[in-house]
Structure formats: structure tokens, C-alpha cells
């Protein structure tokens, strides 16, 4: 169990089941290993290359977009439990992990951060599915990572899933058009 990770991600803590939690904690951890990127890195990294000096870092975002993605998916539960029902560990996981695949997107570099060779090949949706898997996070779990950007736009998405996207999208739109 890593204590610094789940002190910077304290959402991680709401994963009731131990496997998914572990899981969760270790494909961050590789990410970040692979990546080359430490600690202090997950508020320095932005969090898209998209908005020039945006200043929010993928750690601030990471836990918005979870933290959102947990009060919308709370009514649509209370709402619509008699047509489905959210299973919140996958939620949060999927939730913590959305942009995973962005700490082997980006690099670092002396004039600030670009996308690296892995990211020119593979957006962090595939890379972030595919650290999930390597991990052996539930298919529930690799499916929200994989659809959450515009690659599952107009395909099938689970209400968690759902609820990731639109939270991820909260927090972009509003920064970009500034
Ligand atoms: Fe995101």
C-alpha cells in the first residue's frame, strides 16, 4: 500500500474492495515509474497539453473529475436505481485512473512539457487502458478509462462511465474558453 499516494489521492480511499483498491494504487505507481515522473511531479504536470499555461496539474484535476464524477453518479443512483445501479469502486477507479495514460503521454523537457514518442502513437484513453489491464483492474474499470475522451464518443458507455466523461468534461471546458 503506498501511504504518499493514497495521501495525495485520498478519493482512493472510498474503494471498498482491497483488490481494486491495490490495483488502482499499483497501475498509478507504474505510470509514474514509466514515466519518469515523482511525487512533487503530479502538481507540476498539466493536465492537458490543449490550454497554454493552464496551471491546474494533473493531480488537481485527476481528484476534481473523481470527486464530481462521485456526486453525479450518488443521484443518478438515488435517481435511477430501479433501472440501474452504480458500482462505485469501479467508478472511483476508473475515475482516479481516466488520465493515468497521460503520465506516458507527456514528457518533460527544458522549454516545459510535449507529448512524448508513446503519446504521438498512443493517446492516454489506449495507454491508461492498457496500464489497467497489465494491472488486472475489472474490464468495468479498463472501459471507463478507454472511453472516457472522444474515442468513445458515439460507442456504448456504462453509467459510470457516463458520469467520468461528463465530470471530465466539467472540468476542461470551462479553463480552455476562458
Ligand atoms: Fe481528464
Known amino acids: 500500500m503506498d501511504g504518499k499516494l493514497l495521501e495525495l489521492f485520498p478519493e482512493i480511499e472510498e474503494i471498498k474492495d482491497t483488490a481494486i483498491r491495490e490495483k488502482t494504487l499499483d497501475t498509478l505507481t507504474d505510470a509514474m515509474k514509466s514515466g519518469g515522473w515523482n511525487y512533487t511531479d503530479l502538481d507540476i504536470v498539466p493536465f492537458t497539453l490543449l490550454i497554454e499555461g493552464i496551471g491546474v496539474s494533473f493531480r488537481q484535476h485527476t481528484r476534481a473529475v473523481t470527486q464530481m464524477a462521485i456526486a453525479c453518479a450518488r443521484i443518478m443512483d438515488q435517481q435511477y436505481r430501479e433501472h440501474y445501479r452504480i458500482n462505485f469502486d469501479y467508478l472511483i477507479a476508473g475515475a482516479i485512473l481516466h ?80
Open 99 to 178: 488520465d493515468v495514460g497521460k503520465l506516458l503521454e507527456y514528457r518533460r523537457t527544458d522549454s516545459g512539457f510535449v507529448k512524448s514518442a508513446c503519446g504521438k502513437l498512443l493517446r492516454h484513453p489506449f495507454s491508461g487502458a492498457g496500464l489497467c489491464t497489465k494491472h488486472g483492474l475489472p474490464d468495468e474499470v479498463v472501459h471507463i478509462v478507454a472511453v472516457h475522451a472522444k474515442e468513445g464518443a458515439g460507442g456504448y458507455r456504462s453509467p459510470e462511465a457516463v458520469a467520468v466523461h461528463h465530470a471530465d468534461f466539467i472540468n476542461f471546458e470551462p479553463l480552455r474558453d476562458l
